[in-house]
């Protein structure tokens, strides 16, 4: 019996995962979907190519990641219509994602040295005869299981600074966008066609679990918080470390000196782009009292002219997921219910497969649409008396992905206040594009850090190495110390570290 083709809904048909168009449902890809034995082979090869891909050394691979760069730079529209016609973003959203992701390739190569290079460390008084190295070694063979919301950037994020580390890459891309993945895959085999160096797997669920357990060195998810501790637990049976990222709830405070217009414009961009779609997306937003007016009506006025539908150039796509227009229906209708106004969009707005944009105000704190992520072109915006209220009902919430704050005098000091791991000030989603900023969360938004230095570092080991250069004068670590090799390190340190 031939499976039934739901638009976007991925299923496995004779062995075969079948991608489709949400809003079309145009067959965008068909892969062999893999067994438990084939991803331990997958693993396996990769384990051989890791060897291969750690002896081209530090400038070998940042040569072959450059060429990958060179590729994705070039081929960008090629990419960008590819993620429209899979997974129905438009074009110009797909560009803007190629574009952060190329960025991220060219990072990661050109930093790889600075960041995982051997290093003298400084000596301490009771080591003084040692000299201290530090270097940070590969850790072999890298699992990265991508989202569908943002096919591209989100695991080359972890794709290439892994390899950039020095490690071999596994990917199993979303059911939802594996011919994406397969594309990345396909062009990193062409300017390194030696070894299966980034290899792929498809399938569902399961085959991600058989990849948590196929041993590998460590496991870079992202995904639902569910999901999240599913591959947790996965790979606690052999202590496999994870890096997980696990979406959010993301809030804007809008201070009663901000740029109205320009805090408007921001908050429609990072709520509605990609459909909404996005773990760093606007869903929530805090403005002060002076302001709130002012700045409902300019986000309504900019989010009523967007354009919604299956064509490139449409500012917002059909919703991916199927499944997701069932919940961002009901944060809707349990807004209104309690209480809450839409002053854009509300119920009529859902039109599968595509939700139009959605603005609701004066939502109770335990809506739905308040303390559940939504993913969807829909936000809500409450009003606060005071920058103190705003930043307690922004970290009232088991998230702490991202944020966004618009204002002048004191912006810096909430954004810190911000219970986040990252913050954008007078902007909204902008720290996704910094190669040299760690992108990550807290809570029930993940643990770990892609991008930046501090992602290169999560795809090695630390390796500490002490080496004797002088004989002893404290000698501490030895059976042979006397009396008097104890008074004289009493002595010492009491001089050292006693006084003040």
């Given at each position: 019996?031939?499976?039934?083709?739901?638009?976007?809904?991925?299923?496995?048909?004779?062995?075969?995962?079948?991608?489709?168009?949400?809003?079309?449902?145009?067959?965008?890809?068909?892969?062999?979907?893999?067994?438990?034995?084939?991803?331990?082979?997958?693993?396996?090869?990769?384990?051989?190519?890791?060897?291969?891909?750690?002896?081209?050394?530090?400038?070998?691979?940042?040569?072959?990641?450059?060429?990958?760069?060179?590729?994705?730079?070039?081929?960008?529209?090629?990419?960008?219509?590819?993620?429209?016609?899979?997974?129905g973003k438009p074009v110009a959203d797909g560009v803007v994602e190629v574009a952060a992701a190329v960025e991220h390739i060219d990072w990661a190569a050109h930093n790889a040295k600075r960041v995982l290079g051997p290093r003298?460390?400084?000596?301490?008084?009771?080591?003084?005869?040692?000299?201290?190295?530090l270097e940070y070694q590969p850790l072999g063979v890298v699992a990265v299981i991508g989202p569908w919301n943002y096919p591209v950037v989100t695991p080359v994020g972890s794709i290439a600074y892994a390899l950039a580390a020095?490690?071999?890459?596994?990917?199993?891309?979303?059911?939802?966008?594996?011919?994406?993945?397969?594309?990345?895959?396909?062009?990193?085999?062409?300017?390194?066609?030696?070894?299966?160096?980034?290899?792929?797997?498809?399938?569902?669920?399961?085959?991600?679990?058989?990849?948590?357990?196929?041993?590998?060195?460590?496991?870079?998810?992202?995904?639902?918080?569910?999901?999240?501790?599913?591959?947790?637990?996965?790979?606690?049976?052999?202590?496999?470390?994870?890096?997980?990222?696990?979406?959010?709830?993301?809030?804007?405070?809008?201070?009663?000196?901000?740029?109205?217009?320009?805090?408007?414009?921001?908050?429609?961009?990072?709520?509605?782009?990609?459909?909404?779609?996005?773990?760093?997306?606007?869903?929530?937003?805090?403005?002060?009292?002076?302001?709130?007016?002012?700045?409902?009506?300019?986000?309504?006025?900019?989010?009523?002219?967007?354009?919604?539908?299956?064509?490139?150039?449409?500012?917002?796509?059909?919703?991916?997921?199927?499944?997701?227009?069932?919940?961002?229906?009901?944060?809707?209708?349990?807004?209104?219910?309690?209480?809450?106004?839409?002053?854009?969009?509300?119920?009529?707005?859902?039109?599968?497969?595509?939700?139009?944009?959605?603005?609701?105000?004066?939502?109770?704190?335990?809506?739905?649409?308040?303390?559940?992520?939504?993913?969807?072109?829909?936000?809500?915006?409450?009003?606060?008396?005071?920058?103190?209220?705003?930043?307690?009902?922004?970290?009232?919430?088991?998230?702490?992905?991202?944020?966004?704050?618009?204002?002048?005098?004191?912006?810096?000091?909430?954004?810190?206040?911000?219970?986040?791991?990252?913050?954008?000030?007078?902007?909204?989603?902008?720290?996704?594009?910094?190669?040299?900023?760690?992108?990550?969360?807290?809570?029930?938004?993940?643990?770990?850090?892609?991008?930046?230095?501090?992602?290169?570092?999560?795809?090695?080991?630390?390796?500490?190495?002490?080496?004797?250069?002088?004989?002893?004068?404290?000698?501490?670590?030895?059976?042979?110390?006397?009396?008097?090799?104890?008074?004289?390190?009493?002595?010492?340190?009491?001089?050292?570290?006693?006084?003040?």
């Amino acid at each position: 019996m031939t499976a039934v083709h739901v638009p976007g809904q991925p299923v496995i048909d004779a062995g075969v995962l079948v991608s489709t168009n949400p809003a079309t449902g145009t067959e965008a890809g068909r892969f062999p979907v893999a067994d438990a034995d084939q991803v331990s082979a997958t693993v396996a090869a990769a384990r051989t190519a890791s060897r291969w891909w750690v002896g081209l050394g530090q400038a070998g691979r940042r040569d072959r990641l450059l060429a990958w760069r060179r590729s994705l730079a070039n081929r960008m529209t090629e990419l960008a219509d590819l993620i429209h016609r899979e997974g129905g973003k438009p074009v110009a959203d797909g560009v803007v994602e190629v574009a952060a992701a190329v960025e991220h390739i060219d990072w990661a190569a050109h930093n790889a040295k600075r960041v995982l290079g051997p290093r003298r460390t400084r000596t301490r008084l009771v080591t003084a005869e040692f000299s201290g190295h530090l270097e940070y070694q590969p850790l072999g063979v890298v699992a990265v299981i991508g989202p569908w919301n943002y096919p591209v950037v989100t695991p080359v994020g972890s794709i290439a600074y892994a390899l950039a580390a020095g490690n071999s890459v596994v990917f199993k891309p979303s059911e939802y966008t594996p011919t994406v993945g397969q594309w990345l895959v396909d062009t990193f085999a062409e300017v390194v066609p030696e070894h299966p160096v980034l290899g792929i797997v498809h399938g569902l669920g399961d085959v991600g679990a058989a990849l948590c357990r196929a041993g590998v060195d460590k496991v870079a998810f992202t995904g639902s918080p569910r999901t999240g501790r599913a591959v947790m637990a996965a790979c606690a049976e052999t202590l496999t470390p994870v890096l997980i990222e696990a979406g959010g709830k993301d809030a804007m405070i809008v201070d009663d000196d901000a740029d109205v217009d320009a805090a408007a414009d921001a908050c429609v961009w990072g709520a509605m782009t990609n459909a909404g779609q996005s773990c760093i997306g606007i869903e929530r937003v805090y403005a002060l009292a002076p302001v709130h007016d002012a700045f409902v009506a300019a986000v309504v006025d900019r989010a009523s002219r967007l354009t919604v539908g299956a064509a490139p150039t449409d500012d917002i796509g059909p919703i991916t997921m199927p499944d997701q227009i069932a919940i961002i229906r009901r944060h809707i209708d349990d807004a209104l219910a309690r209480g809450g106004r839409a002053v854009l969009g509300g119920p009529a707005a859902v039109q599968p497969p595509y939700v139009r944009p959605t603005v609701l105000v004066d939502v109770p704190a335990d809506a739905a649409a308040v303390r559940e992520e939504t993913f969807g072109p829909t936000v809500v915006i409450n009003r606060v008396d005071g920058i103190d209220e705003a930043l307690a009902r922004t970290n009232d919430s088991r998230y702490g992905l991202g944020g966004s704050v618009f204002g002048r005098r004191r912006a810096v000091p909430v954004a810190r206040r911000m219970r986040t791991g990252m913050t954008s000030i007078n902007s909204a989603l902008t720290f996704v594009g910094f190669g040299a900023l760690p992108f990550g969360g807290i809570g029930e938004s993940g643990f770990g850090r892609i991008h930046g230095d501090d992602g290169l570092r999560e795809f090695a080991r630390a390796k500490a190495i002490t080496q004797r250069r002088a004989p002893s004068v404290l000698p501490t670590m030895t059976f042979r110390r006397t009396p008097a090799d104890v008074a004289r390190i009493v002595t010492a340190i009491r001089l050292r570290y006693g006084r003040r």
